[in-house]
């Protein structure tokens, strides 16, 4: 019998000391826990891990496909389709929609999310059950699954138009997700048609109805992407999933389902953003969250499906070919994280509707995936890493502490209804734009590296708003079947619907994108290019190049986050420049560069006569010191550094009215 092949003999024995020693070296002396850091919702990410961290020889995250579900609700993955490749189809008509839908489904996608909007701006214009057949015409749902996504001016419409899908002939072997969420319905616009447990208990028992129907469907959706998209931290998405999840739960139980089928009939969807260790760890702890509710409710071993979609908040209108990189990164953590489906938004998502090419490369990013790097071959690839389950632990505690709070406070209807989760949230956005203004946290290509002759990328031509949708006769209302016979009989959606619009009854959960006060900055410069009067800044550099080129390019990124121009003319030129754009009736700004030697001996001079050139603002790049009252007193207006905040001091130094 061969020997025993040791492939660690021939290396020294790993040693912290050791490693300690040679990070503080690396460091220039600094400790090795300078490089820890927490996650937005303070949870520790230290640099180094070891097995007393997590005692791996213990298995306590145990199998993939066995308690606590960690690692997987499933043992194995389909090897040819480790998960569910899902597209977004938008077209606002119904032929253009399946048209779209074929083309994503021949091009490698294997499930559609069908976005539905009435008013044809976010998604497609469904009226009626003929509706429905006209975008499905032609397709399999018993091999390719079909989700709702009611969105913008049918976001109160997903029971209604669940029945008209139910009744536009699909078979009773299609695999549908309808995608109910009363809940989040609530939480995103602050708004229901009635009240609140009086809603979700009906819904409850259209679930019930739904999956009666369709045995392979599911009826609800446990959508955990609003709070994330309004700001909120890892560990409120994941607490928001649990106490929604177990409200849906508890509903269908008291209409009479079991806690298997009623577990059976969730879909859970989480935002995945670009932090890989962070977002592959939040997926594992979902898992065992839910795996622990559900063990609660009396059905253990509850398969959980979850859909991992690409976090929107992310994405950037300016420079937007910067978010091919982040949806790349959010499909590797979704994938290996163990996302049962992934859905990436296209990089063109903030300029509006996707564009073939756009689609085209939501599919083939998850094909490479998948196909050429075998994101898919290894189950749960992250198990036994000590930093990921550790990490994976800490966030599932944190959560779940949270949760239990939810429901000591009644559950999240009441905790909603009170506004304290939203509150909470609010902060969570508070905390994060701070950090961005301040340049604490970055957005590439928008608080940091700008493109100010970037190409912007195409995207389909925007739908024409269409609000001919109108009612014959009163709203049917009532349960799902009569809902279902009424399309049958030729009902259109507002027939369907409920009467009146919903009242204001709590403070919306809004989504935000992390780079949206940056690209006002941009919208304001090219505004006032367009009239003629390009923002400029100019660059006053002091002594030689290798003194000013670190805070002379620190200022173009600083201004050029604005779409300010920087020229940085001679010096000898300069005051002369001054001079003359006084003369033109221009207010010229300038901004001072070199080194803080250099700013000892020749800031306060050049400030001064910059002053009487008649500069309107006079900038120094760099913290003032104790030197700040006799620069203020040579003329030095303002002061830029690390640490400051961006867009404040932007619309300041420019001019401009505070938003």
């Known amino acids: 019998m061969a020997d025993e092949l040791s492939l660690s003999a021939e290396f020294p024995r790993a040693d912290e000391r050791l490693w300690r020693e040679l990070a503080t070296k690396a460091l220039d002396g600094a400790a090795p826990e300078t490089l820890n850091s927490r996650t937005q919702h303070g949870v520790a990410v230290r640099a180094l891990y070891t097995e007393a961290d997590w005692p791996s020889a213990l298995n306590p995250s145990g199998a993939p496909g066995a308690a ?8 194995e993955r389909d090897p040819y389709l480790p998960w569910d490749i899902r597209q977004e189809v938008t077209s606002p ?19 559609i999310e069908l976005l539905l909007d009435r008013t044809g701006q976010s998604g497609v214009q469904i009226w009626s059950a003929s509706d429905f057949a006209t975008v499905l015409e032609g397709v399999r749902l018993d091999l390719a699954s079909l989700s709702l996504a009611p969105v913008g001016g049918s976001l109160f419409e997903g029971l209604p138009l669940a029945a008209l899908l139910a009744s536009s002939g699909v078979s009773a072997d299609a695999r549908i997700d309808f995608n109910l969420d009363p809940i989040g319905v609530m939480a995103k616009t602050g708004r229901l048609q009635s009240g609140p447990s009086d809603l979700v208990a009906s819904f409850a028992a259209a679930a019930i109805d739904m999956t009666s129907a369709f045995p392979r469907s599911t009826a609800l959706r446990v959508d955990a992407r609003i709070v994330h998209e309004a700001g909120g931290t890892e560990v409120q998405e994941l607490a928001y999933m649990a106490a929604t999840g177990a409200e849906y739960v508890r509903s269908q139980m008291m209409a009479g389902a079991s806690a298997r089928a009623a577990c059976r009939n969730l879909v859970f969807s989480l935002s995945v953003g670009p932090d890989l260790q962070v977002e592959l760890a939040k997926l594992r702890a979902a898992r065992r969250i839910w795996a622990q509710i559900a063990d609660a409710f009396g059905a253990s071993a509850a398969e959980m499906r979850i859909l991992g979609c690409s976090s929107r908040r992310m994405l950037s209108r300016r420079d937007s070919w910067v978010n091919v990189l982040r949806t790349t990164a959010s499909c590797f953590a979704a994938g290996v994280g163990g996302a049962d489906i992934v859905l990436l938004s296209a990089f063109t998502d903030p300029l509006g509707r996707p564009g073939p090419a756009a689609r085209r490369l939501c599919r083939n990013t998850q094909i490479i995936a998948q196909e050429e790097s075998g994101l898919g071959k290894v189950m749960d690839p992250a198990g036994g890493a000590w930093a990921l389950e550790r990490l994976t632990e ?23 209804s009170a506004g304290r989760f939203q509150a909470a949230v609010a902060q969570a956005r508070t905390e994060r734009e701070q950090a961005l203004a301040r340049r604490k946290e970055w957005v590439t290509g928008v608080n940091d590296f700008p ?56 403070a919306p959960l809004a989504p935000f994108r992390l780079s949206e006060p940056f690209e006002a ?10 009239s003629g009067a390009a923002p400029e800044v100019l660059l006053a550099v002091l002594g030689p190049l290798s003194e000013h080129s670190a805070r002379a390019t620190y200022a173009q990124n600083f201004f050029g986050v604005a779409g300010v121009a920087t020229p940085s003319p001679s010096p000898e ?68 550094y690390v640490g400051v ?15």
Not at 471 to 477: E, L
Not at 645 to 659: E, H, K, N, S, Y
């Open 68 to 75: 606590p579900f960690t690692r997987g609700s499933v043992s």
């Open 93 to 111: 008509r119904p032929l253009d929609a399946s048209r779209e839908l074929l083309e994503a489904l021949e091009g490698g996608a294997s499930s």
């Open 394 to 416: 800490d966030l599932a505690a944190a959560a779940w502490g949270l949760f239990q709070q939810v429901e000591r406070d009644g559950g999240i209807l009441k905790t909603l």
């Open 451 to 506: 493109d100010l002759t970037e190409r912007t990328p195409p995207v389909a031509d925007p739908p024409v708003r269409d609000d001919r949708l109108v009612a014959r006769h009163p709203s049917v209302g009532g349960s799902f079947s009569a809902l279902c016979a009424a399309a049958l009989e030729g009902a259109n959606l507002a027939e369907l619907s409920f009467d009146g619009e919903p009242a204001p009854l709590v």
């Open 521 to 530: 900055l941009r919208d304001r410069s090219e505004a006032a290019a367009a």
């Open 573 to 640: 030129h300069l005051l002369e420049l001054v001079r003359r754009q006084v003369s033109a009736g221009r207010a010229p700004i300038v901004c001072l560069c070199g080194s803080d030697k250099r700013y000892a001996a020749e800031a306060q001079p050049a400030a001064s006569a910059l002053r009487d050139a008649g500069a309107a603002r006079i900038i120094l790049a760099g913290r003032p010191g104790d030197s700040e009252a006799a620069l203020r007193s040579a003329g030095v207006t303002d002061f830029i």
């Open 645 to 659: 905040d961006v867009p404040a001091t932007l619309t300041d130094i420019m001019g401009w009215p505070q938003a």
